[in-house]
């Protein structure tokens, strides 16, 4: 949950792995950001707060074809930012997936050496009973 300087939400989203969002600052202040985890598990948090100002440096040279300029780097830096968050959070996805891989890859090769085991107790059954059918066949039969 997002709130911001005068405790107003901005923002909350429930239930959720993972998220991005972004959201215009419009008053000046601090906003507080709560997370809270309703699992059992512990959790990691990873999140990125970028602060920005827009405005024109109209202190030192007041050329208007300079703000174009000042414009564009603006956006180039937005979205360079933006980039580098998206590869952040795609590498923290691939190394959350790594992690879940490798538990279900152990716990399925505990359940095949279960079953086996499970296959190799059965056969060993069978053949005990079959030798012991047999044999009381054979003794019956004798006498």
Known sequence: MVKGPDGEQI???RDKTS????FIAHKKGVYNFCFTNGSPYHETIDFDVLAGHYG????HAKDEHLNPVYEQINKLEEALYN???????LEAETDR???INEGMSKRAIHKAIFESAA?????????YLLKRLFERKLGTSRV
């Open 11 to 13: 923002h909350d989203t």
């Open 119 to 127: 296959l190799i107790g059965a056969s060993v059954l069978q053949v």
């Open 19 to 22: 998220e991005k969002f972004e």
């Open 97 to 99: 997936q790594a992690i």
């Open 56 to 59: 024109y440096v109209d202190h």
């Open 83 to 89: 980039i580098q968050f998206e590869q952040h959070w």
